[in-house]
């Protein structure tokens, strides 16, 4: 046997090129691996032997229908035990798309505060059971360990004590001892993707920091539930290409050498028991509403004595789940896209569904070393229907001081966290306040770096950032102890962590947030909120109400298709058997004009100026639209076709150029603004105003403002504008008030006309662009059908 494992090991060391001892000066090619936290490029099949002597070979196998691959995967996952991980959101320079999954693990290890059982899950697990015993027996920190039969080891381990430095306090014994000797027995620079997957609870903190416990913990919900795969399914979505990695193990113990080769890998599988119905005595809110908002209050006493800078607080809700976990997954994949999606079996009936939108820690190593990064996310503010009020939402986040100071609190908090550990100058924000959009919700995000010193490994990094200040608060250990006092119930998962802790050195990891717990057939979706002492608590617990709704609704409603949030919505097609002429005055904007006439159901010919006639020969429309455009009116003769359409009795609607054509036309004359407006947003009010400048209600204003608000934001592209006094025959329907700040140098007394009406004549015009992205398209469109309905009585 021992000349059996100096050949393996020798054979190992040709094919990769690898020993356990450059493990820690390993990269990939020589080279930065710039993976963002996907897989590594497609490795080739190979055989190496691990730091503790653990023999690996592992085959890549092709892959030629990956989504089927994934849908059979999570089908899987209803009734076995294994995790799926897939990152469907990008962003430059911080995360990627890839998946990443398995079903049926060998091993299992589970910890119940600082309790721990390792479970061989199927006869290949029981190949790994002497060998990870005889690991922990030597394993310092275990202060009794012992095997249950051939397929478990129960132990626990010791509690802390005597002096550990602050810089040290990762080191101290806990669960986490545990985890480090498994990554100390597979620990191996061969291979990228083999470690411990699955998921850290909430409780673990409580190992480090010392918190005095409020609340019964259910003695049988577990802290900590981590795999080792022998089969990946790995999807790198930006190269495109996908693959399998099958494993098998050899072990030498107590003088037998143990191997997983051509053993059955088919673990015991418990379907999943749907509920339509919650529990007697259960309810599907945790706190009756209002509830929430007076801990808010009681946290901002908090804040006015300085204990707490901030605090996060959170609330559960419950839903019976009828549909199975996947379809559960693969509706939240298709609603809200995230970095940290994941879909995990940890048996005893708990399942994990979760979207996090949060890294919580993630250690890869490049040229300058251990690289640790987190993205703190704080500032949260709803969707717009569209993107144009997105765009007015992140205006108003990124300027209220209250959502900045709360994630500047938490930056600085998660910049100490990893000053304990990092190199000295390495801890660097490498982006401040940078926007994320999700299917409800738009966050701020910080986004920080720094560089491990060579006595710490990715472990320690995991471990000064327990918990994340983005789900207790600041200072941690006594925002820890407020939440303990203030919620209603145990934790479990959420505010913690799921993720990968690979066997080669690096980790990453997501929050546990935006997560439904199945657990016996009730979903829970707990949410939370950042609190400070300018915060509102109504807003606060409608905050946690908007967080949990996209899965809470995922829960509910698993098979809706999920909408496009980028398109606006039509008009109602009422405008079928009505044809329009739009006059091109050759404008840069006249075809998504046309774009927009098209929503009314209206047929739309577009012509050049010089080509008019002709088409109103032909086509005899029932409105004709006059585009803006460059210069002045004189320059493109608009006059003469204003003369011809008015003999032809046709209703005209002039955008720009055409309401200072309609101006000129009937004797106004123009004025130029001392500053110009070009792609430049004001605000609107609709009025009515006389030649004589007598005021007439809004009620009475024009038709082409009819199922529009008084006021609102409209684009503005000109140079020119109406004068006043109007033409007799003309009244003034918009305008742009004064005191507003329109910027465009006119005196803040005189109102500036934006849109016009004729008295007796079926003839409207804007002196602003409604086809801009800065008005709103459901109004841009409204203004439209609304021209195709002129008529002569204003």
């Not at 691996?33 to 070979?57: F, M």
């Not at 060998?106 to 061989?120: G, H, I, M, S, Y």
């Not at 066997?503 to 009730?522: P, Q």
């Not at 400070?532 to 905050?543: A, G």
């Amino acid at each position: 046997m021992t000349m059996f494992f100096s050949v393996m090991k020798r054979e190992a060391r040709a094919s990769n090129g690898l020993s356990p001892k450059r493990l820690r000066s390993h990269a990939v090619g020589g080279k930065e691996v710039p993976s963002l936290g996907a897989p590594s490029p497609k490795p080739r099949s190979q055989t190496y032997v691990t730091a503790g002597h653990v023999v690996v070979i592992s085959e890549v196998l092709e892959v030629e229908d990956p989504l089927a691959e994934v849908q059979e995967l999570s089908r899987r996952l209803d009734s076995t035990r294994g995790c799926l991980l897939s990152s469907s959101y990008e962003y430059p320079g911080r995360y990627g798309q890839w998946t990443l999954g398995f079903a049926d693990p060998p091993l299992c290890l589970e910890a119940w505060n600082r309790k721990f059982q390792v479970t061989a899950l199927n006869r290949r697990g029981v190949c790994f059971v002497p060998t990870v015993f005889d690991v922990l027996k030597e394993t310092a920190a275990v202060a009794e360990v012992k095997m249950d039969g051939p397929d478990k080891i129960i132990g626990e381990v010791k509690e802390s004590e005597g002096y550990f430095s602050e810089e040290e306090r990762s080191k101290q014994p806990s669960i986490f001892s545990v985890v480090r000797a498994f990554v100390n027995l597979f620990e191996s620079g061969a291979d990228h993707h083999l470690g411990l997957y699955g998921a850290f609870g909430y409780d673990l903190a409580f190992q480090f920091e010392k918190v005095k416990l409020h609340k019964d913990r259910d003695p049988q919900q577990r802290d900590l539930v981590l795999y080792i795969p022998d089969s990946l399914l790995i999807i790198n979505h930006q190269q495109q290409q996908s693959w399998k990695m099958e494993y098998d193990f050899v072990f030498a113990s107590g003088g037998k050498m143990l191997s997983t080769k051509d053993m059955d890998d088919k673990g015991p599988e418990v379907a999943f028991k749907p509920r339509t119905q919650m529990p007697l005595g259960v309810d599907k809110r945790e706190l009756k509403q209002g509830e929430f908002a007076k801990l808010v209050g009681a946290a901002k006493e908090k804040f006015l004595r300085g204990d707490l800078f901030e605090a996060v607080l959170s609330q559960t809700f419950r839903e019976p789940c009828k549909s199975r976990p996947s379809e559960v997954f693969h509706c939240l994949q298709g609603r809200n896209p995230s970095p940290y999606g994941f879909l995990m079996n940890l048996g005893e009936e708990e399942y994990l569904v979760g979207a996090s939108p949060e890294m919580f820690v993630r250690v890869e190593r490049n040229l300058k070393g251990l690289r640790v990064e987190t993205c703190p996310i704080s500032g949260t503010i709803a969707r717009g229907k569209d993107a144009l009020e997105d765009a007015e939402h992140i205006k108003k986040i990124l300027a209220d001081p209250k959502e900045e100071s709360e994630i500047t609190m938490c930056t600085d908090v998660d910049r100490n966290d990893k000053s304990r550990i990092c190199e000295h100058g390495s801890v660097q924000v490498l982006g401040r306040r940078q926007i994320e959009l999700y299917s409800k919700l738009i966050h701020t995000v910080d986004h920080v770096e720094g560089y491990l010193r060579p006595e710490f490994d990715a472990i320690d990094a995991f471990l000064v950032h327990t918990w994340a200040v983005t789900v207790c608060g600041a200072p941690k250990t006594w925002a820890m102890q407020f939440v303990e006092e203030c919620e209603q119930s145990q934790r479990c998962w959420y505010g913690a962590s799921v993720g990968h802790v690979a066997f080669d050195g690096h980790l990453n990891t997501g929050l546990t947030l935006r997560t439904v717990r199945i657990k016996d057939g009730v979903a829970e979706v707990r949410a939370g909120a950042t609190l400070l002492f300018d915060s509102v608590p109504e807003s606060e617990e409608k905050e946690t109400e908007l967080k949990a709704s996209a899965c809470l609704n995922a829960v509910r409603n698993p098979h809706d298709v999920p909408q496009n949030a980028g398109l606006a919505p039509r008009m109602p097609l009422k405008q079928a058997d009505r044809r329009v002429v739009l006059i091109d005055f050759e404008d840069s904007f006249v075809h998504t004009l046309a774009n927009y006439l098209r929503q009314t159901g209206a047929t739309v010919t577009t012509v050049r100026h010089t080509q008019a006639e002709h088409a109103l020969a032909q086509v005899k429309p029932d409105l004709v639209v006059l585009s803006p455009g460059p210069g002045r009116p004189t320059d493109f003769g608009v006059s003469k076709h204003i003369n011809r359409l008015v003999d032809l009795g046709c209703r005209i609607f002039g955008v720009c150029l055409g309401l200072q054509s309609i101006v000129e036309h009937f004797g106004g004359k123009l004025g130029q603004l001392p500053l110009p407006m070009h792609g430049k947003p004001s605000e609107v009010q609709i009025r009515t105003r006389g030649h004589d400048g007598s005021s007439i209600p809004t009620e009475k204003s024009g038709p082409i403002f009819k199922n529009c608000p008084s006021s609102f934001v409209v684009a503005r592209y000109h140079s020119l504008y109406g004068l006043r006094p109007l033409p007799e025959c003309l009244l003034e329907t918009a305008c742009i008030m004064p005191g507003l700040s329109s910027g465009d140098g006119i005196d803040a007394g005189e109102p500036i006309v934006m849109a016009i009406q004729h008295k007796t004549l079926p003839i409207a015009a804007v002196q602003f662009h409604p086809e801009s992205i800065l008005t709103s398209p459901e109004l841009g469109v409204q203004m439209l059908v609304n021209a195709l309905s002129l008529s002569t009585q204003p």
